[in-house]
């Protein structure tokens, strides 16, 4: 399995969510279910080189966008996990030729 081995810019944003079915009674009285945790997602936004976004953008297509994954080192994390792009489009910035930038969410597969 291919590896995404970028490293983002210092700003990136962690979810991490639960799923957790309620239901709502005509008496007012609840019932609440837990379904289970639900995959780890990382908003990631990177601002470098033209060439290393390039190289993102192709990692990007070479994925087909959200259809494969890959293994992946979460920002602070010492292990890899599974993951995969949650888009299926990836919007790039060019500023002249000194940087570009993109965002994109980077989500666990929990199998």
Same mark, same amino acid.
């Given at each position: 399995? $291919?590896? #995404?081995?970028?490293?983002?810019? =210092?700003?990136? /944003?962690?979810?991490?969510?639960?799923?957790?079915?309620?239901?709502? %009674?005509?008496?007012?009285? /609840? !019932?609440?279910?837990?379904?289970?945790?639900?995959?780890?997602? =990382?908003?990631?936004? #990177?601002? !470098?080189?033209?060439?290393? *976004?390039?190289?993102?953008?192709? #990692? %990007?297509?070479?994925?087909?966008?959200?259809?494969?994954?890959?293994? =992946?080192?979460?920002?602070?994390?010492?292990?890899?996990?599974?993951?995969? #792009? /949650? $888009?299926?489009?990836?919007?790039?910035?060019?500023?002249?030729?000194?940087? $570009?930038?993109? /965002?994109?969410? *980077? !989500?666990?597969?929990?199998?």
């Amino acid at each position: 399995m $291919a590896t #995404f081995s970028y490293m983002p810019y =210092w700003v990136y /944003e962690y979810t991490t969510d639960h799923n957790v079915l309620i239901s709502t %009674f005509e008496s007012g009285r /609840e !019932q609440r279910r837990y379904k289970g945790v639900r995959p780890r997602k =990382w908003k990631l936004v #990177f601002r !470098q080189a033209p060439s290393t *976004i390039d190289n993102i953008v192709a #990692f %990007f297509n070479e994925r087909k966008g959200a259809y494969e994954k890959f293994d =992946w080192i979460p920002p602070g994390g010492s292990s890899s996990i599974s993951a995969r #792009f /949650e $888009a299926n489009s990836l919007r790039i910035s060019y500023y002249g030729k000194a940087y $570009a930038e993109c /965002e994109l969410v *980077i !989500q666990e597969v929990i199998e």
